[in-house]
């Protein structure tokens, strides 16, 4: 690796074999990775990552690192969650420095929090080192602030995750002018998202964005509005991972957008 940093700064140090980094890898684009990230996953001697994990920052590792894929895929879920939260503490165990590698930002909709929960039952040392979660690598890189004084004040992240064919969210919470409501997991229920926004009191013609593989050189926006967005998005073909964005800062990707 390039540059070599020297911060002054009294930071935790080097990875302690024993320990589990649960350590966020950002949005996609490498070069978004902490410090601290990057430091931890060239230091590890095993790295359990996610799906969302781009291929540049897994070959960060070490050649001799091991690599431990723990899925998480839309319907397929390699290692099921409760293996999972007990393989960190078998690894820690066998004292290796074990980095256990999330899309985006371990504590935003990433299950991080059961997975620490195990550790502390266990008694296994960790560290959490927050990641861009997608929702801020998107706003940036596709030129749609999350919040702006003259459109939105207040910004919600929810899951659009479907339950049984449906979402459960509170609708007329959503559903409200100056505010920016952003949607992670929505691309099946997109149709369904749209409908019920306007059924609870949003005009048909606000505007919406989805972002594929937001700040990867495969991202692509297409923007509409909660009446037009479904049909647009599904003639893109849109590849996940995409994110929604529901709200006036949208208009303003005409003027802000410098990455597609
Ligand atoms: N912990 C992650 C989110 C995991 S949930 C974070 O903080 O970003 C997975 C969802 O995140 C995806 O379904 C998608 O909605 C969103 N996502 C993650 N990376 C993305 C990207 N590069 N572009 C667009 N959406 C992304």
Redesign the pocket.
């Known amino acids: 690796m390039g540059a070599t940093l020297l911060i002054d700064y009294p930071t935790r140090g080097a990875a302690v074999p024993g320990t589990v980094y649960l350590v ?1 890898a950002g ?2 684009d490498p070069e978004l990775l902490t410090l601290r990230a990057l430091r931890l996953i060239s230091e590890a001697d095993v790295l359990v990552f996610d799906h ?1 994990v781009s291929e540049p920052i897994l070959s960060l590792v070490k050649p001799d690192a091991e690599r431990i894929y723990a899925g998480k895929e839309r319907g397929n879920h390699s290692v099921p969650q409760d293996d999972l939260n007990l393989l960190l503490v078998k690894l820690a165990r066998k004292n290796q420095r074990v980095v256990r590698l ?5 504590y ?3 299950r991080g929090g059961e997975e620490v929960e195990t550790l502390k039952e266990h008694g296994i040392p960790f560290e959490v080192v927050p ?1 861009i ?3 801020a ?2 706003a940036a890189f596709a030129g749609i602030p999350l919040t702006h004084r003259s459109y939105a004040q207040a910004c919600v992240f929810v899951t659009g995750h479907l339950k049984d064919g449906s979402m459960n969210l509170d609708w007329p919470g959503l559903a409200r002018c100056h505010q920016t409501v952003i949607i ?3 691309l099946h229920g997109l149709a369904h998202l749209c409908e019920q926004l306007i059924a609870h009191g949003l005009p048909a013609d606000w505007p919406a964005a989805i ?6 050189p495969n991202q692509r926006t297409v923007t509409g509005t909660l009446a037009t967005l479904p049909a647009l998005a599904q003639a893109a073909q849109l590849k ?4 929604i964005i529901v709200g006036e800062v949208v208009r303003l990707k005409e003027k802000l957008s410098w990455f597609e």
């Open positions: 966020g949005p996609g969302l999330k899309g985006g930002d371990p935003t909709f990433g990641g979660t997608a929702a690598g998107v992670y997991m929505g972002v594929q593989q937001g700040t990867t996940a991972p995409t994110l």
